[in-house]
């Protein structure tokens, strides 16, 4: 589907796809190569009924000299004079060095037309302008953010209600401890939730797993002093705050912020909107979180939001989750990994990104 306008001596004309490759595929066929590509963006919320992305692409239109008048007449000599000051006018038009087609401005570099479909598909999937044109400039993605998916003896997960932290605390347990053979034992600080201390014994005992409670901020300070060093892993689960309820995570957030000893992640949805995510964070800076860790992978399938707020924070992503299944839905982070969540459904973007960050 497209639509045309005209300004000067250039036709612009709009391609509207589903993707920015299909909506240039469709512009190639019926302009043929020598179309210049002026924009590539997401459309409009008023146009997005005729596909996700808009690409514009000018063309020079053909002109030819308009026809002489032929005017009916029955006078034999109107017709000669008519036919002389016609010859008269060809050779005039003739002693004129001839004029170049009508052409657009010169044609956009091939680095600025990569440059421009990247951006556009970059902020499709929700990376923030900021960065999009970072990375148009010539950084490449993995460099606007940073994993680390390494765990220190002591991990403590901290993060707003529902985010999913006992559940990804139990798939910790067992990769990174009962897997390899490592010991591990599980510290509840969650005496908010009802029955939540409970559920987490259960799943201890079915695992085999020693499961302890510090009922107070400073129950948690003594049984940190008492294990340290620690031989194994200790995983801390702790209760999902609010952002009204923060005053009342003080004294836990000094205790976690305090010890250098614990490795503490801040557990996030990645279904979540950047701005939630970003006032997430800091509410939850109290904390002082060393990582962050995104769970619920499987509910979006935009994953901007993960690279804008680790470059926002300055903080690596250390694990993604998805799903309910213990310890499959749990894998480690990586710059590689990201990049093809974010870049997966743009092949050609992907590689054209690639090679940008592979130029700078």
């Given at each position: 589907m497209r639509n045309e306008s005209e300004a000067n001596v250039m036709k612009l004309k709009s391609y509207f796809s589903a993707t920015v490759e299909a909506a240039m595929d469709l512009a190639r066929k019926e302009l043929g190569d020598e179309a210049l590509l002026i924009n590539a963006r997401p459309t409009e919320p008023a146009t997005r009924y005729l596909g996700a992305y808009e690409v514009v692409f000018g063309v020079a239109p053909v002109t030819e000299p308009a026809p002489f008048a032929q005017l009916p007449s029955s006078d034999p000599h109107l017709r000669e004079d008519l036919a002389d000051m016609r010859r008269q006018i060809e050779r005039l038009m003739l002693s004129f060095p001839s004029t170049p087609e009508p052409r657009l401005p010169p044609s956009t570099p091939a680095g600025s037309v990569v440059s421009t479909v990247a951006e556009a598909a970059l902020l499709a999937e929700e990376v923030t302008p900021e960065l999009a044109s970072a990375v148009c400039a010539g950084r490449s993605l993995a460099q606007l953010f940073t994993t680390d998916p390494t765990l220190s003896p002591t991990v403590a997960l901290v993060g707003p209600p529902g985010a999913g932290k006992t559940a990804t605390l139990v798939k910790l347990a067992v990769s990174y401890g009962l897997a390899v053979r490592r010991p591990v034992r599980i510290l509840s600080t969650d005496v908010f939730r009802i029955a939540a201390i409970d559920q987490l014994r259960a799943l201890a005992a079915i695992l085999g797993i020693p499961c302890d409670v510090a009922d107070t901020p400073l129950a948690l300070s003594q049984f940190l002093d008492a294990t340290q060093p620690l031989k194994g892993l200790m995983l801390i689960d702790t209760p999902?705050?609010?952002?009204?309820?923060?005053?009342?995570?003080?004294?836990?957030?000094?205790?976690?912020?305090?010890?250098?000893?614990?490795?503490?992640?801040?557990?996030?949805p990645a279904s979540m909107?950047?701005?939630?995510?970003?006032?997430?964070?800091t509410a939850y800076r109290p904390f002082r979180p060393r990582k962050l860790l995104f769970t619920r992978m499987d509910e979006t399938s935009h994953y901007g939001a993960l690279v804008n707020l680790s470059a926002e924070t300055n903080l690596p992503v250390s694990f993604l989750c998805s799903g309910q299944q213990i310890p499959d839905d749990l894998?480690?982070?990586?710059?590689?990994?990201?990049e093809e969540l974010i870049l997966g459904d743009h092949a050609l973007v992907a590689n054209a990104v690639r090679r940008m960050g592979a130029a700078a």
């Open positions: 999902g705050f609010a952002f009204r309820e923060m005053d009342e995570a003080a004294e836990l957030a000094q205790v976690l912020a305090s010890s250098r000893d614990v490795d503490t992640h801040l557990v996030l909107k950047f701005a939630d995510l970003s006032r997430a964070c894998e480690e982070a990586t710059s590689r990994r990201i």
